[in-house]
RNA sequence: GCGCUCGUAGCUCAGCUGGAUAGAGUGUUGGCCUCCGAAGCCAAAGGUCAUGAGUUCGAAUCUCAUCGGGCGCACCA
């Protein structure tokens, strides 16, 4: 209905050319839903905009913009408004058409092929495995699969990617701290991870020799030293100690903590097509081609023993060190290797969802990609900003380091996966977030998961109690005020979809069911559904249908069910 | 100090690719169940869109400055 309009009115703009009212027709003819009634359904500031263009006063352009524009059995009237906003008043039949469209296409009906034959590459999460995911992860992975979602839904094909960071210190940290848990020693080091996962994991060891590893380690931070020295000393002690084993307890932390971020993802309904290996880009050597790339196309300097990368070329404020004076690669270093093994599958688009406090990341990354020949512009990164806990009023207190967080699973058992997934989204992701706990546990009218899910309760119970024949429809009958509005709301469903998706923005979605749904909750209590007149009966029951249909599809995108009684 | 980001109703937030009287929820106040689920509906009150300039026919939206909050500025990951 929207694309006819458009087309009528490039039509008409292009017979003003053609008179030389306009010298040329632009590309961007916006039309909008309107959001008064008395607005008509759609309108356009085509006139507003051209008024320059076309030297005259936008009234009297969109008067003739109107005068020229085609005759449709779809439009009712147009009229001029305001400062020269052309407003369209669609037929009754045109807009309630709607509803036959959502009960044929059911579970398909929104979707569209905008972004057919165009694959995306989507990583999220990533969290270090070096413990279990914190709601600050929670939001990252709910955004994620929503964005993961809707972009699916307008025909993008995505494939979601988790970037497993099982190479470097932090693993060895990880390892030493769960052998010293299983020596049963009550010396820890500052630095090392304190929480209870970690006793968990160390439970599993059996059969490795316990060995005193703080003989000849430089002194903690607790006693005057220097706490990063301390664990690098634990750690080349733990290793020649205990030799092979060592690999044994290695592998057991990580396997252990990756298969419970695993698990806790699959249950948030959370799905990978990969889990990417950063120690897999070593034992490749594509760590080491990669910069050996860099340095031949000369952006690579040495000072100081290291090897840093010229990325100040490339707009960074500084330049990075990829290689240590000690050897190591840093961890910039794999991910330089890594975007640019992305770039090699192939995709139209790589997008990166990050925590908001790795937006300094992002220029030595991009500068990366261009310094190896790829295009920028086809890696977006888009960043999430941290949640703030409430219960009871008072924030949540956290810190990794202590190993004091809310983990994401308590999150899920204590508010339920419905509304954790909706609470996340329900935010603009780069905006700060204050997460209620108590409000997303309550089951009454200020929750809004439950408001939503409640209309579509409340259509599956009517729907229950409906008898007789129901195939005397006529949807011309649905024309009281609380139907117009109802009818015009479902219509906009397969833009506000789009433009979701395409911005990458979760929320408008839940803030439009929220009104669909708050606009069905009207209709519920203005008009009796289970009249007497059954055509009138029916034709009411298929718009409550059509709007099921359109509430358990969007919710389903949010990740979120729609229950058929709760 | 430099960079990024945010500042909209008592509270939590939409609206920001410039457009018509700035919107929701919650909270406050007052109404609606002999009727399909009251986990609902209707109504009222509530605003210097942080501040000040600028661009424009038109600014919450764009530009600059100031104030205030958050984050980032490692040979850590």
Same mark, same amino acid.
């Given at each position: 209905m929207k694309e006819q309009l458009h087309a009528l009115l490039q039509q008409s703009l292009a017979s003003l050319v053609v008179d030389g009212v306009l010298s040329e027709v632009p590309d961007n003819i916006r039309i909008d839903h309107s959001k008064d009634k008395t607005q008509g359904d759609f309108a356009s500031n085509i006139a507003l905009v051209l008024s320059k263009q076309a030297k005259c006063a936008p009234k009297v352009l969109a008067e003739k913009i109107v005068a020229n524009l085609a005759d449709s059995t779809e439009i009712e009237k147009t009229e001029i408004a305001g400062p020269g906003f052309i407003n369209f008043f669609m037929s009754q039949g045109s807009n309630s058409s709607v509803i036959d469209q959502i009960i044929d296409q059911s579970n398909e009906y929104g979707m569209s092929d905008f972004g057919v034959n165009q694959r995306v590459l989507l990583e999220f999460v990533s969290a270090n495995p070096t413990g279990p995911l914190h709601v600050g992860h929670g939001r990252g992975a709910a955004y994620g699969a929503t964005v993961a979602n809707l972009l699916r839904a307008i025909g993008f094909e995505v494939d979601n990617e988790y970037y497993v960071n099982d190479a470097g210190r932090q693993m060895d940290i990880l390892a030493t701290s769960v052998y010293l848990r299983y020596i049963e020693t009550d010396k820890f080091p500052?630095?090392?991870?304190?929480?209870s996962y970690i006793f968990d994991i160390a439970k599993?060891?059996?059969g490795i020799e316990k060995f005193?590893?703080?003989?000849g380690v430089s002194a903690d931070e607790k006693d005057g030293g220097d706490k990063e020295k301390h664990i690098d000393d634990l750690i080349a002690n733990c290793k020649v100690l205990l030799g092979d084993d060592y690999k044994t307890i290695f592998d057991l932390a990580i396997d252990g903590i990756l298969s419970g971020i695993k698990t806790d993802l699959a249950e948030f309904g959370v799905d990978y097509k990969q889990w990417f290996s950063e120690q897999s880009l070593v034992d490749s050597g594509l760590s080491k081609t990669t910069v050996e790339a860099l340095q031949a196309s000369g952006h690579i300097y040495e000072q100081d023993g290291a090897l840093w990368f010229k990325t100040t070329d490339f707009g960074d404020d500084l330049d990075r060190v990829v290689v240590r004076d000690n050897g190591m690669h840093t961890y910039f270093a794999s991910d330089i290797a890594y975007h640019l093994e992305k770039f090699e599958r192939g995709y139209d688009k790589i997008i990166n969802i990050w925590g908001a406090d790795h937006h300094g990341y992002i220029a030595r990354v991009k500068a990366s990609v261009t310094a190896l020949g790829n295009d920028a512009d086809k890696l977006e990164i888009l960043l999430v900003q941290f949640a703030n806990l409430y219960r009871g009023g008072e924030k949540v207190a956290m810190s990794t380091r202590s190993g004091s967080f809310v983990t994401l699973e308590e999150l899920r058992n204590e508010v339920g996966n419905d509304a954790a997934r909706f609470f996340y989204v329900l935010?603009?992701?780069e905006q700060h977030m204050d997460f209620d706990l108590d409000l997303a546990k309550?089951?009454? %009218?200020?929750n809004p998961v439950f408001y939503i899910q409640y209309a579509h309760a409340r259509i599956c119970s009517v729907l229950k109690q409906n008898t007789g024949d129901s195939s005397a429809v006529d949807?011309?009958?649905?024309? %009281?005020e609380a139907e117009t509005a109802l009818i015009k709301q479902l219509n906009r469903y397969k833009d506000v979809l789009q433009s979701s998706a395409l911005n990458y923005e979760p929320h408008v979605l839940a803030y439009y069911l929220r009104e669909l749904a708050g606009d069905f909750h009207s209709y519920y209590n203005s008009s009796e559904f289970l009249v007497e007149d059954a055509t009138l009966k029916n034709s009411r029951l298929q718009l409550i249908s059509a709007v099921k249909q359109v509430i358990s599809n969007g919710l389903g995108l949010l990740g979120v069910s729609a229950p058929d009684s709760m």
């Open positions: 500052d630095n090392g991870y304190k929480g599993q060891v059996n005193d590893i703080f003989d935010r603009k992701s309550s089951k009454t %009218n200020e949807l011309t009958l649905l024309n %009281n």
